[in-house]
């Protein structure tokens, strides 16, 4: 099993940034792929940004949805078993609950929400206009 706690979120004015960060425990030794879903008040639960490990031919990449591309990264500490999302020049349309994921398995794109092995409790993002 694996746990995965997010901290990070809050409220913030449009423009601003926030950081998220997800911090993993438990077999995570099993864990290929970590990243980001986000959910609006009655909006289906979305992709933001996922990070898989490489293999030894091909690497490792990051996925970001259109949205966020060029406003959000993500990055991954191994040694620290954590992964974050740095959300800059933050949109009220980006207020949402966000999901730290985790997958054992190495993630093919696109990535289903029945997919994912793991869940976070989720964070608040507020983005005031």
């Known amino acids: 099993q694996v746990q995965l706690v997010e901290s990070g979120g809050g409220l913030v004015q449009a423009g601003g940034s926030l950081r998220l960060s997800c911090a993993a425990s438990g077999s995570i030794f099993s864990i290929n792929t970590m990243g980001w879903y986000r959910q609006a008040p009655g909006k289906q639960r979305e992709l933001v940004a996922v990070i898989i490990s490489g293999g030894i031919i091909s690497g490792g990449s990051t996925n970001y949805a259109d949205s966020v591309k060029g406003r959000f990264t993500i990055s991954r500490d191994n040694a620290e078993n954590t992964v974050s999302l740095q959300m800059n020049s933050l949109k009220p349309e980006d207020t949402a609950v966000y999901y730290c994921?985790?997958?054992?398995?190495?993630?093919?794109?696109?990535?289903?929400?029945?997919?994912?092995?793991?869940w976070g409790q989720g964070t608040q993002v507020t983005v005031s206009s």
């Open positions: 994921i985790a997958k054992q398995q190495r993630a093919t794109m696109p990535l289903r929400i029945n997919e994912i092995d793991y």
